[in-house]
């Protein structure tokens, strides 16, 4: 097991797309422990392979409050997505600043799981909903940042500089 380095904005690392996993072996299982490793130290309820600058279509996830309800999709498509809602989402590669997004209320999902077994999944609302879809979207290089308007993305910028320098 092996902690990660968390990419950090405005890194441009974070805008390489996600390819398919293809390949179901040690590796991949060594990826996801590191990968919920990782995602725990940092007390976030996701963490996105690209993230930790490896190009593969892999997330992790737990949302639980007791922090014991692992999740992990790969290679994940969105096959229904329904009503917008605006969430107020954080992200491990924006450490401290804070963001509302339109997200979809309803989503189903089809991934495989770690032995390339096909899987989906439904969620309604809440954070899962709008978990996934923050994850996915950093697989295609896109982070909640991206969906904000050009003054709110400023806005972020500054503060995120004032964090940087209270934390340094
Ligand atoms: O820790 C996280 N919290 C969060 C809150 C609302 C919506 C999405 C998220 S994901 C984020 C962890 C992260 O950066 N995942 O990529
Ligand atoms: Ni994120």
């Not at 179901?24 to 422990?33: A, C, P, R, S, V």
């Not at 996105?48 to 692992?70: H, L």
């Not at 991934?111 to 295609?140: P, R, T, V």
């Amino acid at each position: 097991m092996a902690l990660l380095n968390i990419l950090q904005f405005p890194d441009p690392r974070l805008k390489e797309i996600a390819l398919p996993v293809e390949i179901f072996d040690q590796t991949l299982l060594n990826l996801i422990d590191d990968m919920f490793e990782t995602m725990y130290e940092a007390q976030g309820v996701g963490l996105a392979a690209t993230q930790i600058n490896v190009q593969k279509q892999v997330i992790v996830m737990d949302i639980s409050e007791e922090r014991n309800q692992p999740i992990h999709l790969i290679n994940p498509q969105i096959i229904k997505k329904e009503n917008m809602i605006e969430w107020e989402e954080g992200c491990l590669s924006f450490s401290g600043v804070y963001g509302k997004v339109n997200r979809s209320q309803e989503i189903e999902i089809q991934f495989l799981d770690k032995n390339g077994k096909q899987k989906s999944l439904h969620a309604d609302g809440g954070l899962l909903s709008a978990c996934i879809q923050h994850e996915i979207d950093h697989l295609n290089g896109i982070t909640f940042y991206d969906h904000l308007s050009p003054l709110k993305q400023q806005l972020l910028r500054k503060k995120l500089s004032k964090v940087k320098s209270r934390t340094l």
